[in-house]
């Protein structure tokens, strides 16, 4: 599965380029998306329907910290995956999430914070049980956020690299859901390299390194297993609904393109 979203990113990747090398001069909006549709999901039918919802800001604060949220109703019933894609990014496949047994069928959200290379639409694409796919977009007004300079120079981000910290929490949101359902943030110290990003002490650009992967569980029960690219900002954050269990002890492994893997777990119950 891994190595089909690499080819997704990579796919993703090599239409944006295309399009903006070619002689056709900039592409619509329209024509990007039909690439991407063709490239990521085999040219197959995605409907807005108002199955998935997606929150973004119109105008972004900070291109490299966009937070963005996707929410799915209990009408969705059982969703297989959920992809993020940021239509103009070098990389527009930001992630994609496979949600498990303790992501519930109810209602459900999961919120992330994704770099913006330019004015783009953001889409959320959420394939059900019945092989469907099911799309949210916002178009939101960011750029250079792929090369945004990182907030701490190398040596320092990877003193603390992999350090996590997580929080489950009860919301009168989540309380509301139905069924009601808890929240868990788990926020990793990385620096997520893009690859694109200058030094600004050797002025060379500094090496990709991002965590590729991170497995979230609840009482040993998958909540969702990541895909990732470039786009997710540095320090990824996630935050998400689970189904409680008898413990509510979230179990994470991350592991980034370096093969280093990282682990926590929360206090569980109430904490």
Same mark, same amino acid.
């Given at each position: 599965?891994?190595?089909?979203?690499t %080819?997704? &990113?990579?796919?993703g990747i090599a239409?944006?380029?295309?399009?903006l090398?070619?002689?056709a001069?900039v592409?619509s909006?329209?024509?990007?998306w039909?690439?991407?549709? !063709?490239?990521? +999901?085999?040219?197959r039918?995605?409907?807005?329907?108002g199955?998935v919802?997606?929150?973004a800001?119109? !105008?972004?604060?900070?291109?490299?910290?966009?937070?963005?949220?996707? !929410?799915?109703?209990?009408?969705?019933?059982e969703v297989k995956?959920?992809?993020?894609?940021?239509d103009?990014?070098?990389?527009?496949?930001?992630?994609?999430?496979?949600?498990?047994?303790?992501?519930?069928?109810? $209602?459900?959200m999961l @919120?992330? !914070?994704?770099?913006?290379?330019?004015?783009?639409?953001?889409r959320? *694409?959420?394939?059900?049980?019945d092989?469907?796919?099911?799309?949210?977009?916002?178009?939101?007004?960011a750029s250079?956020?792929?090369?945004?300079?990182a907030?701490?120079?190398?040596?320092?981000?990877?003193a603390?690299? #992999?350090?996590m910290?997580?929080?489950? =929490?009860?919301?009168?949101?989540?309380k509301?859901r139905?069924?009601?359902? %808890?929240?868990?943030?788990?926020m990793? %110290?990385?620096p997520?390299?893009?690859?694109?990003q200058m $030094?600004?002490? &050797?002025?060379q650009?500094?090496p990709?390194? *991002?965590? @590729?992967?991170? $497995?979230?569980?609840?009482?040993?029960?998958?909540?969702?297993?990541m895909? /990732? #690219? *470039?786009? *997710? &900002?540095?320090?990824?954050?996630f935050? +998400? @609904? =689970?189904?409680p269990?008898?413990?509510n002890?979230?179990?994470?492994?991350a592991k980034d393109?370096?093969?280093?893997?990282?682990?926590?777990? &929360?206090a /569980?119950? /109430?904490?």
């Open positions: 599965m891994a190595m089909q979203t %080819r997704r &990113s990579a796919l239409a944006v380029a295309a399009m090398l070619g002689t001069g592409a909006a329209d024509d990007v039909t690439d991407l549709r !063709r490239d990521v +999901f085999d040219n039918e995605v409907v807005e329907d199955l919802e997606l929150d800001p119109y !105008r972004a604060e900070d291109a490299a910290v966009v937070p963005v949220t996707m !929410r799915l109703p209990a009408a969705a019933g995956t959920l992809t993020l894609i940021v103009k990014n070098p990389a527009p496949v930001v992630a994609t999430f496979h949600l498990g047994e303790a992501a519930g069928r109810g $209602d459900r @919120s992330t !914070r994704v770099r913006i290379d330019m004015y783009s639409n953001v959320a *694409i959420a394939e059900t049980a092989g469907k796919l099911h799309m949210a977009t916002k178009f939101v007004k250079g956020g792929c090369s945004a300079a907030s701490k120079d190398a040596d320092e981000a990877f603390n690299l #992999g350090k910290q997580i929080r489950t =929490f009860d919301t009168a949101d989540a509301d139905t069924p009601p359902t %808890r929240e868990a943030q788990v990793i %110290r990385h997520n390299f893009t690859g694109m $030094d600004q002490v &050797s002025r650009y500094t990709m390194r *991002i965590v @590729s992967e991170m $497995d979230v569980k609840r009482d040993g029960e998958r909540v969702f297993k895909e /990732g #690219g *470039i786009s *997710i &900002s540095e320090n990824p954050n935050r +998400f @609904s =689970f189904v269990g008898k413990e002890v979230i179990d994470v492994t393109t370096e093969g280093k893997v990282f682990t926590a777990t &929360s /569980g119950k /109430g904490a």
